[in-house]
């Protein structure tokens, strides 16, 4: 199982970007998929949670501002970022896990400007 994700760039503050991770195979159909990121000289942190039954989760400094969502007929994940801020500004992952191996996708650099 392979994921991709891509769609970061740079964007002003008050833009929005969406980001995209595409799973090789149809792991995401039963799993929930999460979307991690990670600034510089930070750790790890987790953004959103898309559960496999539809139910989603986000961490409080992106509530009302980002939206995680599903296309299981494509094996995609979203992460709709709207009112961006500078320090939204780092490298997001998707990751997945079942049956305990777990998966990322490579990250892709989001840059937010002031």
């Known amino acids: 199982v392979q994921l991709q994700a891509y769609g970061g760039g740079l964007v002003q503050a008050g833009g929005y970007l969406r980001l995209s991770c595409a799973a090789s195979?149809?792991?995401?159909?039963?799993?929930?998929v999460a979307w991690y990121r990670q600034a510089p000289g930070k750790q790890r942190e987790l953004v959103a949670i898309s559960a496999s039954g539809g139910s989603t989760n986000y961490a409080d400094s992106v509530k009302g501002r980002f939206t995680v969502s599903r296309d299981n007929a494509k094996n995609t994940v979203y992460l709709q970022m709207t009112s961006l801020k500078p320090e939204d500004t780092a490298v997001y992952y998707c990751?997945?896990?079942?049956?305990?191996?777990?998966?990322w996708g490579q990250g892709t650099q989001v840059t937010v400007s002031s």
């Open positions: 195979g149809t792991i995401f159909r039963f799993n929930a």
């Open positions: 990751y997945t896990e079942r049956v305990g191996n777990v998966y």
